[in-house]
C-alpha cells in the first residue's frame, strides 16, 4: 500500500493511488484494487462542486478482523448498496498461540472488495485493522509465517519483563502504549527472538497489520 502525502504534503494535501498488490509466479494469482485513482493535488473546493452538484463517486469501508473480512459500499447519500463478508480460522491451541494465515486473509480481503465493487469508481476507501499483530517479512515483502494476533498470549512472559524496565513509564508517557501487555508487538518480538530465533535471523522487516 502506498503512502498517502508526498514530499513536503500529508494526506490532506496530495491524493495518492492506494494498491493493494499481490503477484505470484501464477498470473493468474495477480491482482491489484485501485481505490483512489487520481493522483492530482487534492482540491478541496473542486470537491465541494461535486458535492453540491451531484456528482459524488462511492465509498467504501473495509474492516479486516480478527475473524473475517467485511467490507461495504455507500453512496453519497450513505445508503449501502453493496456488502460483503469472508471469514477465516484462527489458529490455536493450548499454549496461548493465535495466528492468521496471510494468504487467507488476503483472499477474503479481494473476494469483499469485489464483491462490493463491481469495478465499479470508488471515491475514496475507510480501512480499519485489529492492529497490535506481528508478521515477519523478507526483503520483497513475502511472508515468511502466520500474523501473530493480538489474541496470542504466548509473550506474557516477556511482557512482563519489559514492564519491569525503569524506562517503562517514560515509554508510556511518549507512546501513549503499554508495552507491558502480550499482545504489544514489542512483547511479541523478544518472544520470537527467545523461542524462533532461526525465524527473527531471517526477517528483513516485521510489519503489524
Not at 67 to 82: F, H, N, P, Q, T
Amino acid at each position: 500500500m502506498k503512502r498517502c502525502g508526498g514530499r513536503g504534503g500529508g494526506c490532506g494535501e496530495r491524493e495518492w493511488n492506494i494498491q493493494w498488490r499481490k503477484t505470484s509466479t501464477n498470473s493468474n494469482d495477480s491482482f491489484t484494487i485501485g481505490l483512489v485513482l487520481s493522483r492530482k493535488k487534492y482540491n478541496a473546493a473542486r470537491f465541494a462542486k461535486r458535492v453540491r452538484r451531484g456528482k459524488m463517486g462511492l465509498f467504501l469501508g473495509i474492516d479486516v478482523g480478527t475473524s473475517s473480512v467485511r467490507s461495504a459500499l455507500y453512496d453519497e447519500k450513505g445508503a449501502c448498496i453493496g456488502a460483503s463478508s469472508q471469514e477465516y480460522p484462527l489458529l490455536t491451541d493450548e499454549t496461548g498461540k493465535a495466528e492468521l494465515e496471510p494468504e487467507a486473509v488476503w483472499q477474503a480481503f479481494c473476494h469483499t472488495v469485489r464483491a462490493c465493487c463491481g469495478g465499479r469508481r470508488v471515491e475514496a476507501c475507510g480501512l480499519s485493522t485489529f492492529m497490535h499483530s506481528l508478521l515477519p517479512v523478507d526483503r520483497e515483502g513475502r511472508p515468511l509465517g502466520n500474523i501473530i494476533t493480538w489474541a496470542d498470549t504466548r509473550a506474557a512472559a516477556q511482557a512482563q519483563a519489559l514492564g519491569r524496565l525503569p524506562q517503562i513509564g517514560a515509554l508510556y508517557g511518549q507512546t501513549g502504549c503499554r508495552i507491558s501487555h502480550p499482545m504489544a508487538p514489542a512483547a511479541k518480538l523478544l518472544w520470537m527472538r527467545q523461542q524462533q530465533p532461526r525465524l527473527f535471523q531471517q526477517a528483513h522487516r516485521f510489519w503489524t497489520v
